[in-house]
């Protein structure tokens, strides 16, 4: 019993102690942060300082009276000031857009996948995954370059505007180059949960669907569709919770209008340097996170519980 309860322990016991270093701790400290004042100069403001002349580390506040150094001002500015709110809806925007154009890209492409013979099915597996052996900020340079004014295709596609009069575009630092950048990152997150679960449907439930006379498209929507749910699902969470917080596409691909809370995050903490309400929009970032993957979590169990 006891070299059974040790082996468990020496399993789950590293991942275990690295979620606490590096996810519990860090997510306690920026929750603690969000109710403190900022610093003069940036940061946090001390709670301690050295006295000038005996060296001694002093307490610069009253740990009596909270109030001296625990404030709800951040959370009241948060809700107060409706930008924030409006940053949150337009990054749901772009998020959901991203996850609709990611299933419908996926979906067919997880399907071909799935009925392909075992040869050609591994080499386009591989072919799905292979963009991760290149690292990210590569992928959306590239995408600047394919997007640039002087490229072949924004060069193409402006002369083909201008035979039927239609004024040249500009395509990079647009709310359309965000679009693209987010579901090219994405979209192998959302094809690899369809294919792990098209792969596994049976094929008799269509034949005797056939057989009932259900012509293609009923088909799909009475069995195919149903039994890939669960897939969908998680397909969904992968993409659209990751693509919420998504920062960098936004700054590379993306103008000025095309700000997501994930960049205001990062400016309050990198160029403000007001970590107390850079804190907060991670907290309000990171419950809604918790919350979408609770629903996604509920709605998959439902269409388990359904068949």
């Known amino acids: 019993m006891k070299s059974k309860s040790l082996a468990k322990w020496l399993i789950s016991g590293p991942p275990l102690l690295y979620l606490v270093l590096f996810f519990a701790i860090p997510s306690l400290i920026m929750a ?6 900022p610093g003069d100069y940036g940061g946090l403001l001390p709670l301690t300082a050295a006295n000038p002349d005996t060296g001694a580390t002093e307490l610069l506040i009253n740990f009596g009276n909270w109030r001296d150094f625990l404030t709800l001002e951040n959370f009241q500015r948060f809700f107060e000031e409706p930008i924030y709110f409006e940053l949150f809806v337009k990054s749901f925007w772009y998020a959901g857009l991203t996850t609709v154009i990611c299933i419908v890209l996926a979906y067919p492409l997880a399907w071909l996948i799935a009925r392909s013979p ?6 386009l597996v591989l072919l799905v995954i292979l ?3 290149s690292n990210f900020l590569i992928r959306v340079y590239a995408w600047m370059i394919i997007l640039g004014p002087q490229s072949y295709f924004s060069r193409s596609l402006n002369y083909l505007l201008g035979l039927v009069g239609i004024e040249p575009v500009s395509l990079l630092f647009s709310q359309f180059a965000v679009i693209v950048g987010l579901v090219y990152v994405h979209l192998p997150f959302m094809v690899l949960p369809l294919y792990a679960n098209l792969e596994k449907h049976d094929m008799a439930l269509l034949d005797a669907a056939q057989d009932l006379g259900a012509n293609a498209w009923q088909r799909f929507w009475k069995v195919t569709w149903p039994l890939s749910l669960p897939g969908v699902w998680a397909g969904t969470a992968l993409v659209f919770i990751p693509a919420l917080g998504m920062f960098a596409i936004p700054d590379l691909l993306g103008g000025t209008n095309s700000m997501m809370i994930g960049n205001l995050i990062k400016q309050q903490y990198l160029d403000s340097r007001d970590w107390p309400f850079g804190s907060v929009l991670s907290i309000m970032l990171t419950l809604t996170v ?18």
């Open 32 to 37: 603690f942060a969000a109710f403190r004042f």
């Open 118 to 123: 075992k040869k050609t099915r591994d080499l």
């Open 131 to 133: 963009p991760f052996w």
């Open 290 to 307: 918790l919350l979408l993957a609770a629903l996604a979590g509920w709605a998959g169990s439902r269409g388990k519980d359904k068949r």
